[in-house]
C-alpha cells in the first residue's frame, strides 16, 4: 500500500514553544490531508482537513490560530502547535487518501508530543 | 453520543480462538475501514468495504458490512499474538468524496500464548 511519514516520531518541548510536525505522502500525491489527534485510550479525533493550495479546514472546537496547518504541496502537510502548553500532550497523526486502492485513507506512523 | 459504537471494548482469548469485533452506527457508512493499531503507533490499514453486504478477507481476518450499511463485523479466525493491538473501525459518514473518517473508541485484543 501507500506510504505516509510523519517527522518527528517524538518531541518533547517546553511550555510556550511552537513545534512544527511533518507529513508526507512518500510514493503519492495527496490535494488533501488530514490531522488527528489521539488521547489515551481514547479514539481518534479529527483535528482538521489540509488543502493543497488553500486554507486548511478546521472542526469544530479546534483553534485554527493553535495549530496552524500548513499544506505546502502535493506531498507535504505541516502542524505547527504554537505557544503550546501542556494540555497540548498528545498523539497526532495524520493520514492522506490514496485513490489508486478505492480511495483507502493511509496514515502516518504517529507523532508524540509532550510538553512541559 | 459516539457516532460509531465498538463492541467489545477488549477482548482477551487464547491463542487459536476465533473472535469477532463489531461496529455500529445509527447512520449509513458510505466506507468503512478496519485499521490495527499498536499503542502509540500509527494505523495499519486492514481493509475497506462500500457495498451492503460486502465480505473481504485477507489471510485470517474477515470483515463484513451489512445491507443496511449501518454495522460492521471484524472476524479473526484462529487468533495469534500477532493479531493482538487495537482495532479500530472508521467510516465515511458524509457520503461525500471528503474522506473524512469518523473512529469508533477501538477494540483492545489480547491473545495469549
Known amino acids: 500500500g501507500a506510504v505516509v511519514s510523519q517527522h518527528p516520531s517524538r518531541v518533547i518541548c517546553k511550555s510556550g514553544t511552537s513545534v512544527k510536525i511533518e507529513c508526507r505522502s512518500l510514493?503519492?500525491?495527496?490535494?488533501?490531508m488530514f490531522w488527528y489527534r489521539q488521547f489515551p485510550k481514547k479514539s481518534l479525533m479529527l483535528m482538521a482537513t489540509s488543502n493543497e493550495g488553500s486554507k486548511a479546514t478546521y472542526e469544530q472546537g479546534v483553534e485554527k490560530d493553535k495549530f496552524l496547518i500548513n499544506h505546502a504541496s502535493l506531498t507535504l502537510s505541516t502542524l505547527t502547535v504554537t505557544s503550546a502548553h501542556p494540555e497540548d500532550s498528545s498523539f497526532y497523526i495524520c493520514s492522506a487518501p490514496f485513490s489508486g486502492t478505492g480511495d483507502t485513507q493511509y496514515f502516518g506512523p504517529g507523532t508524540r508530543l509532550t510538553v512541559l | 453520543s459516539q457516532e460509531l459504537e465498538q463492541s467489545p471494548q477488549s477482548l482477551i482469548v487464547q491463542e487459536g480462538k476465533n473472535l469477532t469485533i463489531n461496529c455500529t452506527s445509527s447512520?449509513?457508512?458510505?466506507?468503512l475501514y478496519w485499521y490495527k493499531q499498536k499503542y502509540g503507533e500509527g494505523l495499519i490499514f486492514l481493509m475497506m468495504l462500500q457495498k451492503g453486504g460486502e465480505e473481504k478477507s485477507h489471510e485470517k481476518i474477515t470483515a463484513k458490512l451489512d445491507e443496511k450499511k449501518q454495522q460492521s463485523s471484524l472476524h479473526i479466525t484462529a487468533s495469534q499474538p500477532s493479531h493482538a493491538g487495537i482495532y479500530l473501525c472508521g467510516a465515511d459518514m458524509g457520503g461525500g468524496s471528503n474522506y473524512k473518517l469518523t473512529f469508533g473508541k477501538g477494540t483492545l485484543l489480547t491473545v495469549n500464548p
Open positions: 447512520k449509513t457508512l458510505y466506507g
Open positions: 510514493d503519492f500525491q495527496a490535494t488533501t
